[in-house]
T-cell receptor, first 112, second 111 residues
């Protein structure tokens, strides 16, 4: 089983729709969680951190469920510019900052 | 700030040739990471440095791959000899906290 798993999609949604992605992780020792965004043929960029209490940034809401070991990202009122691949990222500590584990990403395509 | 700088942006080479990828991290960042991204395997960490010292190279696929960081502002990833299965996008990233900042990547094609 992969350490971080995501539905690859693609999710094809119309503008204005609400879309949600889930990500599951297998290592219960995982301690920090993030969503990165990667545009086509570009580098990944941090979208938002994910906190246990849930957090919101404009149209984006991230949730963490430690008991079930999954992370979610909700995008409301989706825009054409939201089209990208969304990477779920998990850090497990153990003295190594490099333990950043990326999911393979979920592709979102927002259509007019 | 110019961000993480990588060169070359594209590299096409023939099997058996040596390939050297270069990275300049963001000034002030003390950690540097080399990743490889393919459709099949996604984004994989190859090696990372903290304060110019290699900390974890367990992701380096085999001895053909080597990485150096001679100073805080420069790192190289070398593949010798290159093979077609090395074709991928190689990203360098730097950080001084949890967030990693990625360079634009080097798209490597080995024929």
């Amino acid at each position: 089983r992969k350490e971080v798993e995501q539905d690859p999609g693609p999710f094809n949604v119309p503008e204005g729709a609400t879309v949600a992605f889930n990500c599951t992780y297998s290592n219960s020792a995982s301690q920090s969680f993030f969503w990165y965004r990667q545009d086509c043929r570009k580098e990944p960029k941090l979208l938002m951190s994910v906190y246990s209490s849930g957090n919101e940034d404009g149209r984006f809401t991230a949730q963490l469920n430690r008991a079930s070991q999954y992370i979610s990202l909700l995008i409301r009122d989706s825009k054409l510019s939201d089209s990208a691949t969304y990477l779920c990222v998990v850090i497990r500590y153990g003295g190594s900052q490099g333990n950043l584990i990326f999911g393979k990403g979920t592709k979102l395509s927002v259509k007019p | 700030d110019a961000g993480v700088i990588q060169s070359p942006r594209h590299e096409v080479t023939e099997m058996g040739q040596e390939v050297t990828l270069r990275c300049k991290p963001i000034s002030g960042h003390n950690s540097l990471f080399w990743y490889r991204q393919t459709m099949m395997r996604g984004l994989e960490l190859l090696i990372y440095f903290n304060n110019n010292v290699p900390i974890d190279d367990s992701g380096m696929p085999e001895d053909r791959f080597s990485a150096k960081m001679p100073n805080a502002s420069f790192s190289t990833l070398k593949i010798q000899p290159s093979e077609p299965r090395d074709s991928a996008v190689y990203f360098c990233a730097s950080s001084r906290g949890k967030e990693q900042f990625f360079g634009p990547g080097t798209r490597l094609t080995v024929l």
